[in-house]
């Protein structure tokens, strides 16, 4: 009940094309999902974070899509651009665990 | 500038030899969290604090301590180190608690021989 299962583990995308990668969770408890971003060598950044009274938030190129009922949400890249290139993480929580997937590291094409 | 500093960054040690890896804010958050960062496990929770004196388990606590005895401070004991926790550590700070912003520092990479 408390995993949150990340997809694809690594992901290439073309210079201007769209990046997508999707969580699922089982928790119903959960009510923030965050979308953190990591380059190497440093510590997990936040990116953008959503609550489940809304189905989409979008900040400039990215945007979380979230679906209750499947209990599942998904983050968009779009025109992506090489300096996208990291690995990253989704995260679900309902107060002070944070539970992360297991990352995804893309690469963006120049 | 607002930080989370973790010291050290790099630290090769033996099996059994006690050791701290500090963490220290400047934001005056209230909650603060170690996480340990494995290879295709993402990352695991330790420890968390919501406040002064005030601690609890994470998913991975075995072989860990914690104490938050300032709000500032919020260090991790390893009493008797194993090979099993050579890992990557970050420690994190947020105004009140898990679903808020969390603002980690730039990890410390343990080797455990």
């Known amino acids: 009940q408390q995993q949150v299962k990340q997809s694809p583990q690594s992901l290439i995308v073309q210079k201007g094309g769209i990046s997508i990668i999707n969580c699922a969770y089982e928790?119903?408890?959960?009510?923030?999902f965050p979308w953190y971003q990591q380059f190497p060598g440093k510590g997990p950044a936040l990116l953008i974070a959503?609550?489940?009274d809304v189905s989409e938030k979008k900040e400039g190129r990215f945007t979380i899509s979230f679906n209750k009922s499947a209990k599942q949400f998904s983050l968009h890249i779009m025109d992506s651009q090489p300096g996208d290139s990291a690995t990253y993480f989704c995260?679900?929580?309902?107060?002070?665990?944070?539970?992360w997937g297991a990352g995804t590291k893309l690469i963006i094409k120049p | 500038e607002a930080q989370v500093t973790q010291n050290p960054r790099y630290l090769i040690t033996v099996t059994g030899k006690k050791l701290t890896v500090t963490c220290s804010q400047n934001?005056?958050?209230?909650?603060m969290s170690w996480y340990r960062q494995d290879p295709g496990l993402g990352l695991r929770q330790i420890y968390y604090?919501?406040?002064?004196?005030?601690?609890d388990k994470g998913d991975v606590p075995e072989g860990y301590k914690v104490s938050r005895k300032e709000k500032r401070n919020f260090p991790l004991i390893l009493e008797s180190p194993s090979p099993n926790q050579t890992s990557l550590y970050f420690c994190?700070?947020?105004?009140?608690?898990?679903?808020?912003?969390?603002?980690f520092g730039d990890g410390t990479r343990l080797s455990i021989l």
């Open positions: 994190a700070s947020s105004p009140k608690g898990a679903n808020q912003p969390q603002h």
């Open positions: 934001m005056n958050h209230e909650y």
């Open positions: 604090s919501m406040n002064v004196e005030v601690t």
């Open positions: 928790n119903t408890a959960f009510d923030y």
């Open positions: 959503i609550r489940p």
């Open positions: 995260a679900a929580t309902s107060n002070y665990q944070l539970i």
